[in-house]
Nanobody, 122 residues
């Protein structure tokens, strides 16, 4: 009954942009930090970005800093990940997940979406 649904993935050329959405239901988005994670085949799932409950704290891993932007609209129960200047190494399944604070480890995030595929290729 607690659900996150990602959308917005697809195939894009290097240098292109995508905007991912994470729509939340079954829990109050205001109470949760939301992280974006990604996993490429054969690799561990990694943190990409996270936004605090208030939206006042945003964090990014170095490979995406300056290219990706996380935001939230609690009234719409939605968190976004704007991805610009995409590179082939960004190719992965992207997941959103909810926890109480961004500092939590990946396994401590409570709720997860099913993921949306992002493929960056010529």
């Amino acid at each position: 009954q607690s659900q996150l649904v990602e959308s917005g993935g697809g195939l894009v050329q290097p240098g292109g942009s995508l905007r991912l959405s994470c729509v939340v239901s079954g829990f109050t988005l205001d109470y949760y930090a939301i992280g974006w994670f990604r996993q490429a085949p054969g690799k561990e799932r990694e943190r990409v970005s996270c936004i605090s409950r208030s939206g006042g704290s945003l964090n990014y891993v170095d490979p995406v800093r300056g290219r990706f932007t996380i935001s939230r609209d609690n009234a719409k129960n939605t968190v976004y990940l704007q991805m610009n200047s995409l590179k082939p190494e960004d190719t992965a399944i992207y997941y959103c997940a909810a926890s109480d604070y961004c500092y939590r480890r990946i396994r401590e995030f409570d709720y997860w979406g099913q993921g949306t595929q992002v493929t960056v290729s010529s």
